[in-house]
């Protein structure tokens, strides 16, 4: 009787072609693709209408692109640590990981500070508005992968992450990775079409 009824739980039991929590990360990611393609859209779409102040990028974008590179480079050592069950390699990377995205996160403070010394302001052309406000945006997005990534880390160090249970560090990873690839697309944006 026992093994009858455990076997109908078992046979009523949903399976997933993929995980739920991936699926909605991925349409968190979609989302994201989708606002960006507008902001950038709307840039371009605006500048064609004329009056658009033309003036440098902060250098500061650079060095801010590189160490988003790096830390996605950080983040994929991590995961494979993990895969490896190597924790601490793991521990480190995302150590790392996570000092390089709030060194990112700094960087594009002062990225703005820098805009401002130049006489750039978020309320002036619209083209120094577009700036501020699509890079602001992603940064609103790398505080949440930061805060992401915090969250991985404590697991991490509670022996939560391993090559068993690797779906936490998996979406990390690909949520970081994908933080990455925006702004380094942003970045070249910005820089061919002032």
Same mark, same amino acid.
């Given at each position: 009787m026992m093994t009858?009824?455990? &076997?109908?739980?078992q046979a009523? $039991?949903?399976e997933y072609?993929?995980n739920?929590t991936?699926?909605? =990360?991925w349409l968190l *990611?979609?989302?994201s *693709?989708?606002l960006f393609?507008?902001f950038?859209?709307?840039?371009?779409?605006?500048?064609g209408?004329?009056n658009?102040?033309?003036f440098e990028l902060?250098s #500061?974008?650079?060095?801010s692109?590189?160490?988003?590179?790096a830390s996605?480079?950080?983040?994929?050592?991590?995961?494979?640590?993990a895969k &490896?069950?190597? =924790?601490?390699s793991? &521990?480190?990377g995302?150590?790392?990981?996570l000092?390089?995205?709030?060194?990112?996160?700094?960087?594009q403070?002062?990225?703005?500070?820098q805009?401002v010394?130049?006489? *750039?302001?978020? !309320?002036?052309?619209?083209s120094?508005s577009? !700036?501020?406000?699509i890079s602001?945006?992603?940064?609103?997005?790398?505080l949440?992968?930061?805060?992401f990534?915090? *969250?991985?880390? !404590?697991k991490t160090?509670q022996? &939560?992450v391993?090559?068993?249970?690797?779906l $936490?560090i998996n #979406?990390? $990873?690909?949520y970081?990775?994908f933080?990455? #690839?925006v702004? !380094?697309y942003l970045?070249?944006?910005?820089t061919?079409?002032r």
């Open positions: 009858q009824s455990f &076997k109908t739980k009523n $039991t949903p072609a993929i739920p991936k699926f909605v =990360l *990611i979609v989302a *693709i989708m393609a507008a950038t859209s709307a840039y371009i779409v605006r500048r209408e004329g658009w102040l033309i902060p #500061l974008f650079m060095y692109t590189a160490i988003i590179a996605s480079i950080a983040m994929q050592w991590a995961f494979m640590a &490896k069950d190597n =924790l601490t793991l &521990k480190t995302l150590g790392i990981t000092a390089l995205g709030i060194a990112f996160a700094i960087s403070w002062f990225a703005w500070k805009l010394a130049n006489n *750039i302001h978020l !309320v002036g052309n619209p120094e577009f !700036v501020y406000i602001g945006v992603h940064l609103l997005h790398m949440g992968g930061l805060v990534l915090l *969250i991985v880390l !404590v160090f022996y &939560k391993h090559k068993k249970n690797l $936490t #979406l990390c $990873t690909t970081w990775h933080l990455g #690839l702004w !380094v970045y070249f944006f910005f061919l079409n």
